[in-house]
């Protein structure tokens, strides 16, 4: 079964801020999901990525296979960014996402 | 226009009633999800349905039973609710094939009392 980590829990920042957060899984994989869940509760797929970086708007993600990682950016954050951002692997071969525990981001202005 | 629909939006009912909650999506997916996010925010899948066909069943009472009629609807009847149904219940869709990003309804918000 993979297990999905994510880190920080919670993370404050003030409005401009260069945003880090981090993505580890147990069990490899064939691509990686970063959701973001508005306060309102709607949820959007922000990235789906199996390599290497992929960059939209402010938001940059970036995995490393070999070391289960994965990380996502947001630069010159705004508080229009703040949301609980969830990081999603398949379990085995499947197409059943197993989810991290979210990472709830709060930038002030 | 909305990409996966859920209906209802919100949904207040009392304990041992039946209730059901649609799903739609326009976008020509193949695969659809239902989900279970609880208090605590944790999203969990409930079950997978490709072409009409059910492929992921998780551990899910009986009580959860859902219903495809054809690839763009994915419904879910849930008999004699119980306290601990309360939770948000989201569909999603996406193309199996291409191994896609999965889209996500708005969420249906269910409160059992």
């Known amino acids: 079964k993979n297990e999905v980590e994510q880190s920080p829990q919670n993370l404050t920042a003030q409005e401009g801020e260069f945003i880090t957060i981090n993505c580890s899984y147990s069990?490899?994989?064939?691509?990686l999901h970063w959701l973001q869940q508005h306060p309102g509760g709607g949820i959007v797929s922000l990235f789906m990525l199996s390599s290497g970086k992929k960059k939209h708007g402010r938001l940059i993600a970036t995995i490393n296979i070999q070391e289960k990682h994965s990380s996502l950016h947001i630069t010159a954050s705004h508080p229009r960014d703040s949301a609980v951002y969830i990081c999603?692997?398949?379990?085995?071969?499947?197409?059943?996402?197993?989810f991290g525990k979210g990472t709830k981001l709060t930038v002030n202005p | 226009d909305t990409a996966v629909s859920q209906t209802p939006k919100y949904l207040v009912t009392q304990m041992g009633n039946d209730k059901s909650i649609k799903c739609e999506q326009n976008?020509?997916?193949?695969?659809m999800y239902w989900y279970k996010q609880d208090s605590k925010k944790f999203l969990k899948i409930m079950f997978s349905y490709n072409n009409k066909e059910l492929i992921i069943n998780e551990t899910v009472p009986n009580r959860f039973s859902p219903k495809s009629p054809d690839k763009a609807h994915l419904n879910l009847h849930i008999n004699s609710l119980e306290l601990g149904d309360s939770a948000v219940y989201f569909c999603?869709?996406?193309?199996?094939?291409?191994?896609?990003?999965?889209?996500f309804g708005p969420g249906t918000r269910l409160l059992v009392l």
């Open positions: 999603a692997v398949p379990q085995g071969g499947s197409e059943k996402l197993v």
């Open positions: 999603a869709s996406s193309q199996l094939e291409k191994k896609g990003t999965q889209y």
């Open positions: 069990v490899g994989i064939s691509a």
């Open positions: 976008l020509g997916h193949d695969t």
